[in-house]
């Protein structure tokens, strides 16, 4: 596996990551360059199916992962996540807070707001602000006895620049800006550092890859506004997680990064 220098100057090497969401898209991609780089890391997804495909993954590539299964909208089962992560490797160094819902066009249909049932929104409420909440609130209640650690967030886009259909996840997803900035205020004092991406539209995950096929020319018309021409990877997101929660940005905390091609400048 490529590493950064035999000295582990980006300070993964032999930590520990949470990450959860992790059983595909950007979640399953970060938790592969966290391995990668020598973390330990544990899958925390609903999805018991492809979270063990993503521990095979990490593991034929040389890695060491665990999967454990998470609904991150139940605060019990995010404490245990954590305890059960300490037990396991014996401490938390990093997370990456990435599982979330939103409207897609085929799982979840996209409304306007005077269209949309209560129960939308309190499903986005739940998983993306409240379960983010819950992960910050037991995560760092654990970094805070070890004096270290680095979280990261998965906002969107849709923070920064709204879209009409996608209230309940822009909400909450804009929610997840000011959470971040007050989790880096509290933690700072315990050197927990915590910071926040805004991905742009992402390939191979449910929510862009089910929006595109949804809508004729959609892809087309995203790229056009994209500056550097393309649409995302989930590497490009996992890339910019692992630096975040490297001794490279061991300055760096509440900081808001559009991860997005440069699409929010226009």
Known sequence: MRRYG?????????????????????????AQVFAREG?????????????????????????????????????????TLVADTVRL???????????????????IPIRPITDSPAEAWSA????????????????????????????VVCSSLQAIRPVPGFAGYGSTKTGLLGLTKVAALEGGDSNVRVNCICPGFTEHTALSDNFL????????AIISGIPLGRLATPEDMAETVLWLCSDAASFLTGLVVPVDGGMSLK
Not at 6 to 16: A, K, L, P, Q
Not at 50 to 79: F, K, M, P, Q, W
Not at 213 to 220: C, I, L, N, W, Y
């Open 89 to 107: 490797y014996g401490s938390l160094d990093f997370a990456f807070n990435n599982a979330g819902v939103g409207p897609d066009g085929v799982r």
């Open 213 to 220: 096929a949804s809508f004729e020319g959609a892809r087309k």
């Open 124 to 151: 986005h409420l739940d998983v993306n602000l409240t379960g983010v909440f819950f992960c910050l609130k037991h995560q760092m209640r654990q970094m805070m006895k070890q004096q270290k650690g680095a979280i």
């Open 6 to 30: 035999d000295n582990n100057r980006m300070g993964i090497e032999g930590g520990v990551a949470i990450v959860t969401g992790a059983a595909t898209g950007i979640g399953r991609g970060t």
């Open 39 to 79: 973390a330990r890391v544990v899958v925390a997804d609903r999805d018991g199916e492809n979270g063990a495909e993503t521990v095979r993954l990490i593991e034929e590539a040389g890695g060491e992962a665990a999967y454990i299964a998470c609904d991150v909208s139940v605060e019990e089962e995010v404490e």
